[in-house]
């Protein structure tokens, strides 16, 4: 057995035991522990990671640690030019070739249809279990979120990300700021029952369908070719609005723009 020092920096530490944040403490290691292991022994999953330096140098998670190895760890760098160092393979802001699909558990229903709302490929169902969810993210190369750590630590999970937010528009916000998705967002594109892609259709096509308030006030419509649903403008589409507004804005002042 070895023994190792670990620092976490930033939001890393809301991981870890009040004692253990902002500061460096030593752990023993199991013999031939890579640092992977020891990292989510420790508390944090290995998909919020962005960068390990052991001994001042840049490391990937499977380096086996040695007696005294000083460990750090940090998240994503969105703004820290680290282009010289090897960091380990996740999911980060402006790195995506397409917008990120994704699939949520059981917990993130709310930020399951407010991602759809935004025009994000998000797969959710109040009976997904852990395996089921690991299997798509690995068979069609989505991102994985949830607030549950240990199946982020899973071995097979390659993105993913934990929410710190408990109320979903925190949590559509605080992943719309982590991954840099205002570039991507396409409101309004996708059912929020279906995930499918809607279509516009003309007003006198889905008049039946239509409540007595709504065929007088709107004229612009689409429609979901699997469940039939008719959207309009509403107040789902103001409170969505707003809310992007919102969003978008917070990004820019942290980019340092103007809001």
């Given at each position: 057995?070895?023994?190792?020092?670990?620092?976490?920096?930033?939001?890393?530490?809301?991981?870890?035991?009040?004692?253990?944040?902002?500061?460096?403490?030593?752990?023993?290691?199991?013999?031939?522990?890579?640092?992977?292991?020891?990292?989510?022994?420790?508390?944090?999953?290995?998909?919020?990671?962005?960068?390990?330096?052991?001994?001042?140098?840049?490391?990937?998670?499977?380096?086996?640690?040695?007696?005294?190895?000083?460990?750090?760890v940090y998240p994503a760098f969105s703004t820290l030019d680290v282009t010289a160092l090897t960091r380990v393979p996740r999911l980060s802001p402006g790195e995506q070739q397409?917008?990120?699909?994704?699939?949520?558990?059981?917990?993130?229903?709310?930020?399951?249809?407010?991602?759809?709302?935004?025009?994000?490929?998000?797969?959710?169902?109040?009976?997904?279990?852990?395996?089921?969810?690991?299997?798509?993210?690995?068979?069609?190369?989505?991102?994985?979120?949830?607030?549950?750590?240990?199946?982020?630590?899973?071995?097979?999970?390659?993105?993913?990300?934990?929410?710190?937010?408990?109320?979903?528009?925190?949590?559509?916000?605080?992943?719309?700021?982590?991954?840099?998705?205002?570039?991507?967002?396409?409101?309004?594109?996708?059912?929020?029952?279906?995930?499918?892609?809607?279509?516009?259709?003309?007003?006198?096509?889905?008049?039946?369908?239509?409540?007595?308030?709504?065929?007088?006030?709107?004229?612009?419509?689409?429609?979901?070719?699997?469940?039939?649903?008719?959207?309009?403008?509403?107040?789902?589409?103001?409170?969505?609005?707003?809310?992007?507004?919102?969003?978008?804005?917070?990004?820019?002042?942290?980019?340092?723009?103007?809001?």
């Open positions: 057995m070895v023994t190792a020092t670990f620092r976490f920096y930033d939001e890393l530490g809301d991981f870890l035991p009040r004692e253990r944040r902002g500061r460096d403490f030593s752990s023993p290691c199991a013999r031939a522990a890579t640092v992977k292991h020891m990292v989510e022994a420790l508390g944090v999953p290995h998909t919020e990671v962005g960068l390990i330096l052991v001994d001042g140098e840049s490391s990937g998670f499977e380096r086996l640690l040695e007696e005294g190895d000083r460990v750090a397409a917008p990120p699909r994704f699939v949520a558990d059981a917990h993130l229903g709310g930020l399951a249809r407010l991602l759809r709302m935004a025009g994000f490929d998000t797969l959710y169902d109040n009976h997904y279990g852990d395996d089921e969810i690991v299997a798509i993210a690995a068979d069609e190369d989505r991102v994985v979120l949830t607030r549950d750590r240990e199946l982020l630590k899973r071995r097979a999970v390659v993105q993913g990300c934990y929410l710190h937010a408990i109320k979903p528009a925190e949590q559509f916000r605080e992943l719309y700021d982590r991954l840099a998705l205002a570039a991507s967002a396409r409101p309004f594109s996708l059912c929020l029952h279906c995930n499918l892609a809607l279509r516009a259709v003309d007003k006198a096509f889905v008049l039946d369908a239509l409540p007595p308030s709504v065929r007088e006030l709107h004229d612009e419509f689409h429609t979901c070719d699997a469940c039939r649903r008719v959207f309009w403008k509403g107040s789902h589409h103001k409170r969505m609005c707003a809310l992007l507004d919102a969003v978008a804005g917070a990004a820019r002042v942290t980019e340092g723009g103007a809001a």
